[in-house]
C-alpha cells in the first residue's frame, strides 16, 4: 500500500478539514456526551461546509454562493440524502467512512466516534485502519464523555503519543480527540 504524500498543500488542507470538524463551537453549542453521534455529525456538516467554502473562495477565486455549491460537492456524508458514502470491501466485509471530502486531488476518510470506554475507542481504530487502505488521508475524532476526560488527557502520554506518530507515518491516519 503506498502511502499518499505529506506536502506541505495536503497538510494545510488537513488542518483546515480538522478544524472544520473539531471547532470549540461545535462542542460548545451541543451538549455532545447525550446527543447521538449523527445528532453531533448534523451539527459537524455545516462547519465543515465553511470552512471548506472558504478554501474554495481562497484557492478558486469565486464567489461565495459559487464556492459554497462547489464546497457541498466535495463533501459526502450520510445526513445528505443527495450523496452517499461508497462502500469499501475489506475481508468480505461492506465499510465506510461516517464523510469524506475529496479536496485538492485528494480523498480523505472522517470517522466519529464518541465514548467514555475502550471499546468505542478501539473500534474507531479498526475503522481508520480500513478506512487508510482506500483513501489517502482518515481523520479519525473520538468524543471523550468520560466525567473526567480520561482519554483525551491519556492521548498524550508516551505510549500513546507513540502509537498515534505510528499510524500517521505509516498509515496517514490522524487521531484527533476532544
Given at each position: 500500500m503506498k502511502l499518499a504524500s505529506k506536502s506541505k498543500n495536503r497538510?494545510?488542507?488537513?488542518?483546515?478539514?480538522?478544524?472544520?470538524?473539531?471547532?470549540?463551537?461545535?462542542?460548545?453549542?451541543?451538549?455532545?456526551?447525550?446527543?447521538?453521534?449523527?445528532?453531533?455529525?448534523?451539527?459537524?456538516?455545516p462547519n465543515l461546509l465553511n470552512h471548506l467554502t472558504e478554501w474554495v473562495m481562497e484557492k478558486k477565486d469565486f464567489s461565495k454562493g459559487l464556492a459554497k455549491e462547489k464546497a457541498k460537492t466535495m463533501i459526502k456524508w450520510e445526513g445528505n440524502v443527495n450523496t452517499t458514502v461508497r462502500n469499501i470491501h475489506f475481508m468480505g466485509t461492506a465499510n465506510r467512512p461516517d464523510m469524506t471530502v475529496d479536496i485538492g486531488g485528494i480523498k480523505v476518510a472522517i470517522e466519529v466516534k464518541k465514548g467514555n470506554r475502550g471499546a468505542a475507542l478501539r473500534e474507531g481504530f479498526g475503522q481508520a485502519m480500513i478506512y487508510s487502505t482506500a483513501y489517502d488521508f482518515v481523520l479519525y475524532m473520538f468524543i471523550d464523555t468520560s466525567e473526567d476526560g480520561r482519554i483525551k488527557n491519556?492521548?498524550?502520554?508516551?505510549?500513546?503519543?507513540?502509537?498515534?506518530?505510528?499510524?500517521?507515518?505509516?498509515?496517514?491516519?490522524k487521531f484527533i480527540v476532544v
Amino acid at each position: 500500500m503506498k502511502l499518499a504524500s505529506k506536502s506541505k498543500n495536503r497538510l494545510a488542507i488537513l488542518e483546515m478539514i480538522e478544524e472544520g470538524i473539531s471547532s470549540r463551537e461545535i462542542f460548545e453549542t451541543i451538549d455532545y456526551k447525550t446527543q447521538s453521534e449523527d445528532k453531533i455529525k448534523q451539527f459537524i456538516y455545516p462547519n465543515l461546509l465553511n470552512h471548506l467554502t472558504e478554501w474554495v473562495m481562497e484557492k478558486k477565486d469565486f464567489s461565495k454562493g459559487l464556492a459554497k455549491e462547489k464546497a457541498k460537492t466535495m463533501i459526502k456524508w450520510e445526513g445528505n440524502v443527495n450523496t452517499t458514502v461508497r462502500n469499501i470491501h475489506f475481508m468480505g466485509t461492506a465499510n465506510r467512512p461516517d464523510m469524506t471530502v475529496d479536496i485538492g486531488g485528494i480523498k480523505v476518510a472522517i470517522e466519529v466516534k464518541k465514548g467514555n470506554r475502550g471499546a468505542a475507542l478501539r473500534e474507531g481504530f479498526g475503522q481508520a485502519m480500513i478506512y487508510s487502505t482506500a483513501y489517502d488521508f482518515v481523520l479519525y475524532m473520538f468524543i471523550d464523555t468520560s466525567e473526567d476526560g480520561r482519554i483525551k488527557n491519556g492521548a498524550t502520554a508516551i505510549t500513546e503519543h507513540a502509537f498515534l506518530d505510528n499510524i500517521w507515518d505509516n498509515f496517514n491516519i490522524k487521531f484527533i480527540v476532544v
